[in-house]
Structure formats: structure tokens, C-alpha cells
């Protein structure tokens, strides 16, 4: 697939949404926003999670350039082919406009880039979803590299960025790939919403959610 002009590092110059914070930590290394339609393909309603792997992978070629990893991001039938070849999903899924969450995330961007996964669950509810900001912390320092999040109640794929955290609790930085449209600068995809931060507690505290964080380091 061809890259297309897109946005790239969409984070940068938003300012933080605290002022002084306990902690504060985010994606390093440079990615592209992905988001419905980018490539030319009409995939809104449906598309969300491809796009946010295809985030996810522009991260890995972007800050991998010497190494097997040095692949655009797969294209969203290369996405569904990929996953009929593994045998996660019959031959029926490939040319659909199926959803896919944060485990089929994990299978390809294994089988792309050679890079597992670590999946966490969250039950859901407000002390449960605050426990998961210092596994975030700890993958930004660690990893750096963009994480996805779905749910069940919640099914909107979400990209996460970073995350921000004080005395009342926790931001996360949220790059949104439901944004459909002619490609906008980073200063517009702020001022518009589609990459902000969002305080842990506004959101679905009934629903589940469940995380995946690229380990990005090659694989024994």
C-alpha cells in the first residue's frame, strides 16, 4: 500500500491538560494519523480499528528503518487477508466490512513486523480504569509506541497516546480515527477534537475495555 500524506505526529503542541502533574508520559518516535477514508477506501462505520493498527504500524516502520520492520503499514484488505491466513477468521471475512478489536490488532501487528503484543483487560469502573494509567506509563517509557483500546459498551476504536496523571486522577491522550474527510493539519485535528485528551472518568465506566501495547522489542 501507498502511504498517503497524512498527518504526522498529531500530539505535538497540545498542551498539557494539566499544569502541574504527578506524572505525564508519552508515544516517542515519530507515526502517521490514520483515520476513515485516508487511503480511499470508504470504511466509515467499520474501519476504526484498522486505522488505529495502521497507526500503530507506521510507528514500528517510522522508528525501525533498518530492519525487516521497514514495511508501510498493511492495507485494509491486506489486513483481512492476513488474518483469513492465519486462521483467525473464514475465507468470507476477507473483501468484508467486519469490525475487528484489540486482539486481532495483536495478531497483525505480529505477523507484520515480527512484534508481539502485551493485551490488557479492564473490567471497567473508575478504579479500575485509573489502574491502567501506570501500565500505560510504563509502556510509553519502556515502548513509546502508540496503543490501541477498545471496549465492549465502548466498541470505538481509540489510539492512545500518552497519559497524564494527578492528584484527582487521569487524562488519556486519545487519537480518534472516526475523523472522515480531506486530510487536516495537526493544529486543525486539535482544534476539532479528533486528537485530544480525555479525562479517564468521562469514559463508559460500564464498560469493559480492552488494551494492546506493542512490545517493541524483537522477538527471541
Known sequence: MEIPTLSKNVHIGLLRPLVNPLKCTVVTGDYLYFHYGC??????????????????????????PLTDKNRPPPSLPEIQQALVAMGDKPSSFSCSREWIGTFEASLVIDYFYDVPCKLVHVRGGGVQLEQVAEELHQ??????????????????SKGILGVCTGDKGSYLLIADPHYCGCQLERTELQRQGWVAWKKVSTLDQSSFYNLCLPQTVRKK
Open 39 to 64: 487511503d480511499g477506501q470508504d470504511d466509515k462505520g467499520w474501519g476504526c480499528g484498522y486505522r488505529t493498527i495502521q497507526t500503530m504500524a507506521s510507528w514500528i516502520s517510522h522508528n525501525f
Open 139 to 156: 509502556h510509553f517509557e519502556k515502548h513509546g509506541s502508540p496503543v490501541m483500546m477498545g471496549g465492549d459498551r465502548d466498541n470505538a
